[in-house]
């Protein structure tokens, strides 16, 4: 079992920056992959970043360049860094953890909200 707490989330200017936190407990000892996805209302949900416990990152093209996933391993912890913000990245976010064995975790997700 793996317990994720999420922060960072919040209303925030177009334009603006937000940095979103996710702690890992539990099992962490078989995290492999760690990331973030986002659902807005009426759309179904999407990866945003991930990375993998080597450190390979992979993103949504709608948010190359403005938003950066990073994790510490000593912490489990991941983090998304996101700038200039737009109104469509308005969403809940999630942070979601993959098992060596296959199995993924979801924390209970925070909404980034982005006025126009």
């Known amino acids: 079992q793996v317990q994720l707490v999420e922060s960072g989330g919040g209303l925030v200017q177009a334009g603006g920056s937000l940095r979103l936190s996710c702690a890992a407990s539990g099992s962490i000892f078989s995290i492999n992959t760690m990331g973030w996805y986002r659902q807005a209302p009426g759309k179904q949900r999407e990866l945003v970043a991930g990375?993998?416990?080597?450190?390979?990152?992979n993103y949504a093209e709608s948010v190359k360049g403005r938003f950066t996933i990073s994790r510490d391993n000593a912490k489990n912890t991941v983090n998304l860094q996101m700038n200039s913000l737009k109104p469509e990245d308005t969403a809940v976010y999630y942070c979601?953890?993959?098992?060596?064995?296959?199995?993924?975790?979801w924390g209970k997700g925070t909404l980034v909200t982005v006025s126009s």
């Open positions: 990375i993998t416990s080597g450190g390979t990152t």
């Open positions: 979601n953890v993959g098992l060596r064995d296959g199995m993924d975790y």
